[in-house]
C-alpha cells in the first residue's frame, strides 16, 4: 500500500456520556492516526453509534476532550467539525430525498463555497466559475463511486444500496481529512458489501483520508481495518489490531457471551 | 362569454395575491418544518412600517410627493423585515432546534402576538393608506372582440404581475443557488445539513428574511387595496386554504393553489350565488380545502408521506 499511517491527528481523550440516568459511553480514550481505517466494533448497544456522535459534535460529552490536530475541543459542533474536515455518513441514510445524486452530492460542497448570496442570485462571475468548478468535483465523485446513470435520480426513488453510495459520495463531496462511517455495509447483500469494502479502500489509498467506521460484520472489519476498538456496554474493553483484538478474552465472551 | 372571462381574469388575480401570501407559508415550513402562524402578523408589521415610513421619510428628507421617498421607504421595511428575521432566530429558533413541530408552531403562535403588539405601539393602531402610486383607474381591454370589452382593474393587474415576478424569481433562487440548493437540504434532513456544514441558524435569517420580504410585497399589495389596519393579519388565513390546496411543500403548489382559489370564489359567487344565495366567496375556500384535507391531505403538489412501519 502507498499511504503511510503517520502522527495521532484525532484524540479521545477520556469521554463520558450519558442520557438522563442511561450512561451511554464511559470513560472512553482512543486516538486516531492519520490515513489509518480504525473501526469501532461491539454487540448492539454498546455505544458506538454514540462514538461516533461525540466525534462529529452531534452529541456533547459531560467529561472529556477531542484532541483534533492539536486542537483540544470540550465542546463540538457539527458544523465545527466540518469545518475542521470531519465528515460523515448516517446509519439510517439522512440524505436529501427530494433533490438529485448530483444536488446532494452539491451540498457536500457548501462550505467551500465563497461567493455570496447577491452574486449567486445574478449567476455573476465569481459564482459562476465557482459553480462549474465544484460540478467538476462533483463528477469526480460520481466517477469515483460508478454512479453516473444515476447522477440526475432523485435519491428517494435509489435503491437502499445505491443510496448508502450516495450517502458516501456526498460525504466524500467535502474533501474531508477525517470520514466517519456509521455502519457503511448494514443491511447490504454481499456484491454490495464487496463494492463498498473496494470504496472505502480507494478513497483511503488514493485521497489518504483516514476512515472511522463501525461495522457490525467482523470478517470485513478484520479484513479493511488497522487498528479496532471494542466496545460493550459503552466501556471500551478491547484496542488494537485486528489479530489481537480477536484474541482478546473480554471481546469473545462479550460477543459470545460470558464463558462460565 | 365576456362576462365569464371578466370573472375568471379577476379571479385569477385575486388569487395571484393568495399566492403571495401563501407563498410565505411555504418558503419557511419547506426551509426549517415550522407551520408559521406569524405570517399574517408580518404581513400586518411589513405594512404598518412599510405605511408608516412612507409618511415620515418625506417629512424628514423633504421628499413630499416624490417617488424616492416610497422607495426609500420600502427599502427600510425591508430592512425592519431583516431585524426581525434575525431577532426571531436569535430569540426563538435558535433554542428550539430539533424539536417536535407542534412546538414550533406554538412559538410561531407566540411571535404573531408579539409582532401585532409591538407593531401596533411603535407604528400606532390606526387605519392607515399605503399610496405607492398605483394606477386606480381600470381599462377596457379587447374592445373589438368582445362587445364593450373587457374590464380589468389596472391595479389588480400590476399587483398580480409583481407577484408572478417575484414567484418566478423566488423558484429561481431556490432552484439554482448553492443557498437556495442549501436551504433545500435543512427542509430535508437538519441532522444531515449540519453534518456537512450547512449553518442552520443562518440559512434560517435567510429564510425568515425572504419571508419578510414576500410578506412586505403583499402587505404593500394588500395594504394599497384595503388600507392598513388590524385585519390585515387576517389575510394569513385566507391563505391557509391555498396552502392546504397547493401543499405546504410546494412553492407551484402555493401559485396554483392560490389561482384556483380565487377562480373558485369569483365564479361560485357570480354563477352559484343566485341558486344558493351569495357570500360564496367568504365560505368557498375553506370547503374546497376541507374536501382536500379528506382526499388528498398533501395536497396537489405536496410530498406524498408514506411512512415505513
Known amino acids: ?260 | 362569454m365576456g362576462f365569464f372571462l371578466e370573472t375568471l381574469i379577476g379571479g385569477l388575480m385575486a388569487g395571484m395575491l393568495y399566492s403571495l401570501v401563501a407563498l410565505g407559508f411555504v418558503l419557511i415550513f419547506k426551509a426549517s418544518g415550522v407551520f408559521n402562524f406569524a405570517q399574517g402578523a408580518m404581513v400586518l408589521f411589513a405594512a404598518l412600517a412599510m405605511a408608516r415610513f412612507a409618511e415620515w421619510i418625506p417629512a424628514w428628507l423633504g421628499l413630499q410627493g416624490s417617488y424616492l421617498g416610497t422607495a426609500a421607504a420600502f427599502v427600510i421595511a425591508g430592512a425592519v423585515m431583516f431585524v426581525v428575521a434575525w431577532l426571531v432566530e436569535r430569540l426563538v429558533l435558535r433554542h428550539l432546534v430539533n424539536q417536535e413541530g407542534a412546538t414550533l408552531l406554538m412559538a410561531t403562535l407566540g411571535i404573531a402576538y408579539v409582532l401585532e403588539g409591538v407593531g401596533a405601539s411603535v407604528f400606532g393602531d390606526d387605519i392607515y393608506r399605503i399610496n405607492v402610486g398605483m394606477p386606480k383607474e381600470p381599462v377596457f381591454l379587447f374592445e373589438g372582440i368582445f362587445p364593450g370589452g373587457l374590464l380589468i382593474n389596472k391595479e389588480d393587474f400590476i399587483a398580480a404581475l409583481i407577484a408572478a415576478v417575484l414567484v418566478g424569481l423566488l423558484t429561481l433562487f431556490f432552484q439554482k443557488t448553492t443557498t437556495g440548493r442549501a436551504l433545500r437540504a435543512v427542509a430535508d434532513d437538519h441532522q444531515a445539513a449540519q453534518s456537512i456544514g450547512i449553518p442552520l441558524n443562518r440559512i434560517w435569517v435567510i429564510v425568515w428574511c425572504v419571508a419578510g420580504l414576500v410578506a412586505l410585497v403583499a402587505g404593500v399589495i394588500w395594504g394599497s387595496k384595503l388600507g392598513v389596519q388590524f385585519s390585515l393579519s387576517t389575510v394569513a388565513l385566507r391563505a391557509l386554504p391555498v396552502v392546504i390546496l397547493g401543499g405546504l411543500t410546494s412553492i407551484p403548489g402555493a401559485i396554483i393553489g392560490g389561482l384556483i382559489i380565487g377562480v373558485g370564489e369569483k365564479l361560485s359567487e357570480v354563477y352559484l350565488g343566485p341558486m344558493i344565495g351569495g357570500g360564496i366567496e367568504i365560505w368557498f375556500a375553506y370547503q374546497l380545502a376541507l374536501v382536500f384535507l379528506l382526499f388528498r391531505p398533501q395536497g396537489l403538489f405536496g410530498e406524498k408521506i408514506i411512512d415505513r412501519v
Not at chain 1, 475541543?73 to 465545527?80: E, I, L, R
Request: overall charge neutral.
Open chain 1, 1 to 260: 500500500m502507498s499511504r503511510q499511517i503517520g502522527e495521532v491527528i484525532l484524540d479521545l481523550k477520556q469521554v463520558s456520556l450519558s442520557f438522563g440516568g442511561v450512561k451511554a459511553l464511559t470513560d472512553i480514550s482512543f486516538d486516531v492516526r492519520e490515513h489509518e481505517i480504525r473501526a469501532i466494533i461491539g454487540p448492539n448497544g454498546a455505544g458506538k453509534s454514540s462514538m461516533l456522535n461525540v466525534i462529529n459534535g452531534v452529541y456533547r460529552p459531560q467529561l472529556g476532550e477531542i484532541i483534533l490536530r492539536g486542537q483540544h475541543f470540550s465542546k463540538m459542533n457539527p458544523y465545527k467539525a466540518a469545518k475542521a474536515g470531519i465528515s460523515r455518513t448516517f446509519q439510517n441514510i439522512a440524505l436529501f430525498k427530494g433533490m438529485n445524486v448530483i444536488d446532494n452530492l452539491m451540498t457536500g460542497r457548501n462550505l467551500k463555497i465563497r461567493s455570496n448570496l447577491i452574486q449567486q442570485a445574478f449567476w455573476w462571475g465569481a459564482a459562476r466559475r465557482e459553480e462549474l468548478a465544484h460540478r467538476a468535483k462533483v463528477e469526480e465523485v460520481i466517477d469515483f463511486l460508478e454512479i453516473q446513470h444515476i447522477r440526475k435520480t432523485p435519491v428517494g426513488r435509489l435503491p437502499y444500496g445505491l443510496q448508502k453510495r450516495v450517502d458516501l459520495g456526498r460525504a466524500l463531496a467535502m474533501e474531508p481529512s477525517i470520514l466517519l462511517l456509521d455502519e457503511p455495509m448494514a443491511g447490504m447483500n454481499v456484491e454490495e458489501k464487496q463494492d463498498m469494502c473496494r470504496f472505502i479502500l480507494d478513497v483511503n489509498d488514493q485521497f489518504g483520508t483516514t476512515i472511522v467506521l463501525i461495522e457490525h460484520d467482523m470478517a470485513v472489519v478484520m479484513d479493511i481495518s488497522d487498528r479496532v476498538v471494542v466496545l460493550d456496554y459503552g466501556k471500551k474493553i478491547g484496542d488494537g489490531e485486528p489479530d489481537a483484538v480477536r484474541a482478546n478474552p473480554d471481546v469473545i465472551s462479550a460477543y459470545l457471551g460470558a464463558s462460565h
